[in-house]
């Protein structure tokens, strides 16, 4: 079964600086997906990015960036410039791509302070 | 576009009542996600389907839970007799199985407190 780990329960950046937030994952699997969701107080989760296994070039939306290190089953989460909005919990989360298996896994979730 | 749409947003019952929560997916979409959102557990998935057809319902707690969907645009999660473990926030995704690289959209959830 896969596993998705969230090392940081907690983590604080102040207003225009960059945050990085760490996700690793266990799989035997080479087929996959990985997801960024976020979760603001309003308990929306909204999808932040996703990265496809095979793709080597990392995701980019806008101020939001990953560092997928495939080998090392890692994919962590940059938020730049980071802003007010951005407070909230973010969920990293696995999905196989094969077979039926399409659900979700998902870790414990980083809350993500920021401040002035 | 509408989004994945949940009902009740807030369900507040005694303990021994019959619960149902309901979603509607996305048009177009055949598959559907129910998940348990809580302190101690984190997100976890209960069921899901694919075409209407429950495909993987491993994560359902008990007997108490069960959940349909009879067509491609409504499904329900019943919980049958409600206890206050169950409190919790229920949520519904839905996303379109065949195509690669379509994420979960998730609706709002259902914030279910039994008292």
């Known amino acids: 079964a896969q596993t998705v780990t969230q090392s940081q329960p907690e983590m604080s950046v102040q207003e225009a600086e960059t945050v990085t937030l760490s996700c690793t994952y266990d799989?035997?699997?080479?087929?996959?997906?990985l997801f960024w969701y976020k979760q603001p107080p309003s308990r929306q989760m909204i999808l932040v990015i996703r990265?496809?296994?095979?793709?080597?070039q990392n995701a980019t939306e806008n101020r939001f960036s990953v560092n997928f290190q495939k080998a090392a089953k890692s994919f962590s989460l940059k938020i730049s410039d980071s802003q007010l909005g951005d407070a909230a919990m973010y969920f990293c989360?696995?999905?196989?791509?094969?077979?039926?298996?399409?659900?979700?896994?998902f870790g414990t979730g980083t809350r993500l302070q920021v401040t002035l | 576009d509408a989004g994945v749409i949940q009902s009740p947003r807030h369900e507040v019952t005694e303990m021994g009542q019959e619960v149902t929560l309901r979603c509607k997916p996305i048009?177009?979409?055949?598959?559907l996600f129910w998940y348990r959102q809580t302190m101690m557990r984190g997100l976890e998935l209960l069921i899901y389907?694919?075409?209407?057809?429950?495909?993987?319902d491993s994560g359902m707690p008990e007997d108490r839970f069960s959940a349909k969907m009879p067509n491609a645009s409504f499904s329900t999660l019943k919980i049958q007799p409600s206890e206050p473990r169950d409190s919790a926030v229920y949520f519904c995704?839905?996303?379109?199985?065949?195509?690669?690289?379509?994420?979960?959209?998730f609706g709002d959830g259902t914030r279910l407190s039994i008292l």
């Open positions: 995704a839905s996303s379109f199985y065949g195509a690669r690289d379509q994420p979960q959209h």
């Open positions: 989360a696995y999905r196989s791509g094969t077979g039926t298996a399409s659900k979700l896994t």
């Open positions: 389907f694919n075409n209407n057809v429950p495909i993987d």
């Open positions: 048009s177009g979409h055949n598959s």
């Open positions: 799989t035997s699997e080479s087929d996959y997906y």
């Open positions: 990265q496809e296994a095979y793709k080597q």
